[in-house]
């Protein structure tokens, strides 16, 4: 009797797990460039550990620079900015399975009669998000090194802090796409969690008179607000690059949620730095974070001076945000270089490219001219969410990649280059 | 030959990885062990005669430290005086006066444990924004330790020691720390003094003390204006700009009652409100505290059993602290600075006004009214005296 029952239950449960391999299965892309799909939890993981990194660091002050005591609103509204960019991105990939932005880019401007045309139109578009990515990852690496020297170890020569982070950051890049987003999904909790537990400590030196009158600001400054505030959530337009890749069917809530654990975060230093020093203190701050850790007690929590240890678990956010910039600037030139092998001259790219990028972090004089450049970057962003809104807007025009089963996909493809 | 040749570069990496891993061994950079480095735990800055800056700072002697207890059983509890060491230096700024220490110490300097500055009243009253810029800018002080005034010279509370800690700034700090705790003195660190320096709603203060022979004593709160002292306020005053700036309970009263006698309360903050108004140029501000608490001493038979005779103490109390409080507010209006907060207020919640008026002048012209609502719970555990 109970033999029977349990190899009843035993073959249901079989069926079941069949049932989802075969599910999963079904959903990954057939084309053979794709050796694996990144889940929608790792896709999530990935959007928000490249988006949280050093800015975090410095974010608060030119988050009230503008928008004063509405400043945690101005972030927020800047996440919801940022969301729908995501979202236009989401939709891109998904008209496009299995291809990346650099591939599709070239069809969808060209002309239908020569590839090479399209290929050469989309090349400075291709190479300008090349460009703004490796100039993130310098910037992120600089200002990372820069509170390490002036906050934690000033007789370290930062060239050696610098050149150790960029020899690490080789390391990520021999290893393949499916290492790396793995490597973000087991790194999220020690990105998330440091700074929700240091900004909800210090609310208790929050003082209710710094974050009111909260509407006050009028309208258009508080937009300027805004636009400062998206500066801070570059780095997931890598994901033109990665969405190729990403399980089908949960893009959406993944890019979703990859969007709005990044906002949730940042809200809450901003509320909190705000909440304790209130905007004007904030101005004379070089480092608002690092500073709220100074001025909370963490005595119950063993380590009375929390600030060096934050430092030293925020390596992993910055690492993870110029590693995976990094990852995505070689991995983007290997794909617009006519080789077959392309792990092997992502490799090399980023063997050479290390040098440039290490001339490039010590091109910034000095922390005010890091700061101005920085800034300059951010605009270079704005320009970039314009871009896929405009291809999406390309690909629903010439109707261009459905975003359709695969077969029809292939269907395509193949009255494309049968000729 | 193939196989071989794999083999010989599979070691070559090998070693190559052993090696890289070698130089993490060295450790880190910037080490540096506790004996290597001085400690310097509490500064004074005064005003030296000649227009430069005096600076003492207090230096912890770890050995003495630990074996002034139980190395010499006669003289043990007096070495105090031997457990630190108090260096002058005289610069043209903060910095150059701390620099010059190090010429008189044989390690390191480190200011991560510094607890306390104290500003002598001279150079307060002059400003003290060229020393607030340096504690700034240094990595290693903490927003969370006291900057305090000494009337006098500073100096005299860094070589003042005490029986009860061996080391002065200890001492110092534990009689905040225990004040704040005990309510009867305001939480105001470095942090504070920077976040208020730099807001246009709220002045800065500062603890203030007295070195009166071999005690050191607080004696109440110095308010700023700017980074420039505008003026003192005594203790009592003190324990009012508490309840007032609804920071904290402020402390026991001790009062008149009628022409009875004298009554003791412990009071408990409960809450305090405030209301501002603009009329004919002027901001009309009221300021409601409740606080409630029990009866510690009373010097003459009361019943307070009886409704109305504990009704009539509740009502004496509210009269006097309205009267206290009132008083301390006038003082403030006549430094012209605002460290109760009321501008911090305004802005928060009365925008309005706030864009209308300019707060510096407007305070110092503003009608404030003080209005207490005090609630008698119970009386320690006596119920009732001897009639």
Redesign the interface.
């Known amino acids: 009797m109970t033999f029977a029952r349990l190899r009843k239950i035993r073959k249901v449960v079989e069926a079941i797990t069949n049932r989802n391999k075969k599910s999963q299965i079904n959903q990954e892309p057939k084309d053979p460039s794709t050796k694996f799909v990144i889940t929608s939890r790792e896709s999530s993981a990935l959007i928000t550990s490249t988006i949280i990194g050093a800015g975090v660091l410095t974010l608060p002050r030119p988050a009230s620079e503008i928008a004063h005591q509405s400043a945690w609103l101005a972030t927020l509204c800047g996440g919801i900015v940022i969301f729908f960019v995501m979202w236009a991105i989401t939709k891109l990939g998904l008209r496009f399975p299995g291809k990346t932005f650099v591939e599709y880019t070239g069809d969808l401007i060209g002309i239908k009669r020569s590839e090479t045309v399209g290929k050469l139109v989309a090349l400075p578009i291709l190479l300008f998000f090349i460009l703004m990515w490796l100039g993130m990852m310098v910037a992120a690496i600089r200002l990372f090194g820069e509170a390490i020297v002036s906050a934690v170890l000033p007789e370290t020569p930062l060239e050696v802090i610098v050149g150790i982070f960029l020899l690490a950051l080789l390391a990520l890049l021999i290893v393949e796409l499916e290492v790396i987003v793995r490597f973000n999904e087991i790194l999220l909790p020690v990105i998330i969690l440091p700074v929700t537990f240091v900004s909800v400590l210090s609310l208790q030196n929050a003082e209710l008179t710094n974050i009111f009158p909260m509407f006050k600001i009028d309208l258009f400054t508080f937009l300027k607000g805004v636009v400062s505030q998206m500066f801070a959530y570059q780095g997931f337009t890598i994901m033109l690059l990665f969405m190729a890749y990403v399980q089908r069917g949960k893009n959406v809530g993944a890019s979703t949620i990859g969007i709005a654990l990044p906002t949730f975060n940042y809200i809450l230093i901003v509320f909190a730095t705000v909440a304790v020093f209130g905007f004007e203190e904030l101005q004379h701050l070089t480092w608002p974070t690092l500073e709220l850790m100074k001025s909370t007690d963490f005595s119950f929590f063993i380590l009375e001076r929390i600030e060096s240890a934050f430092v030293a678990i925020w390596v992993v956010a910055v690492y993870t945000t110029a590693g995976n910039l990094f990852y995505a600037v070689c991995f983007a030139f290997a794909q617009i270089l006519p080789t077959k092998k392309e792990d092997t001259a992502r490799k090399w790219i980023g063997v050479c490219l290390l040098p440039v990028a290490f001339w490039l972090v010590f091109l910034p004089e000095n922390v005010y001219q890091l700061f101005q450049w920085s800034k300059y970057i951010g605009y270079a962003g704005l320009v970039a969410f314009a871009i896929p809104f405009v291809l999406l807007l390309l690909a629903v025009i010439r109707k261009q990649g459905k975003g359709a089963p695969r077969r029809h996909e292939k269907k395509r493809q193949k009255n494309h280059s049968s000729p | 030959m193939r196989k071989k040749g794999r083999r010989i570069i599979h070691h070559l990496k090998s070693l190559l990885i052993a090696l890289g891993c070698l130089l993490l061994l060295s450790g880190?950079?910037?080490e540096r062990e506790i004996e290597d480095r001085t400690s310097v735990v509490a500064i004074a800055v005064d005003k030296a005669d000649d227009g430069h800056i005096l600076l003492t700072a207090q230096i912890p002697l770890p050995l003495k430290i630990a074996g002034g207890g139980g190395g010499t059983s006669g003289g043990g509890g007096g070495g105090g005086a031997e457990s630190v060491k108090i260096i002058n230096t005289k610069g043209r700024t903060f910095e150059e006066a701390v620099g010059k220490i190090q010429y008189r110490v044989d390690q390191k300097l480190f200011f991560?444990q510094l607890t306390v500055i104290a500003f002598g009243k001279e150079l307060a009253k002059d400003g003290i924004q060229s020393t607030i810029d340096a504690l700034?800018r240094m990595?290693q002080t903490?927003?969370?330790m006291y900057p305090v005034v000494v009337e006098g010279k500073a100096a005299e509370l860094m070589s003042q020691t005490t029986d009860l800690e061996k080391i002065p700034a200890n001492f110092v700090r534990n009689m905040i720390d225990n004040g704040v705790r005990l309510g009867f003195l305001p939480n105001l660190?470095l942090?504070q003094f920077?976040?208020r320096l730099?807001?246009?709603?709220?002045q800065p203060a500062m603890l203030n003390f007295k070195v009166d022979g071999s005690k050191i004593i607080v004696t109440g709160v110095a308010a700023f204006k700017g980074d420039k002292l505008a003026g003192l306020l005594n203790r009592r005053e003190t324990s009012n700009l508490l309840r007032v700036s609804k920071e904290n309970s402020g402390g026991d009263i001790t009062l008149r009652v009628g022409g009875k006698g004298m009554a003791t309360f412990e009071p408990k903050l409960v809450d305090t409100n405030y209301d501002f108004s603009y009329e004919g140029g002027k901001v009309h501000s009221r300021i409601m505290v409740k606080i409630e608490g029990e009866v510690t001493e009373l010097t003459f038979p009361m019943n307070l059993k009886n409704k109305k005779i504990h009704e009539k103490l509740e009502r004496t109390v509210e009269k006097e602290l309205a009267k206290q409080s009132t008083k301390m507010i006038q003082e403030l209006q006549k430094f012209g600075t605002d460290i109760v907060?009321l501008g911090?207020?305004v802005?928060?919640?009365h925008?309005a006004i706030w864009e209308k008026v300019d707060w510096d002048k407007a305070f110092s012209n503003a009608d404030v009214e003080v209005q207490y609502d005090v609630k008698i719970r119970r009386s320690g555990m006596e119920l009732k005296n001897y009639q």
Do not use: E, I, P, V
């Open positions: 880190c950079w910037d991560g700034r990595r903490r927003r969370l660190t942090g920077f976040t730099s807001s246009k709603a709220r907060g911090a207020r802005r928060a919640f925008n």
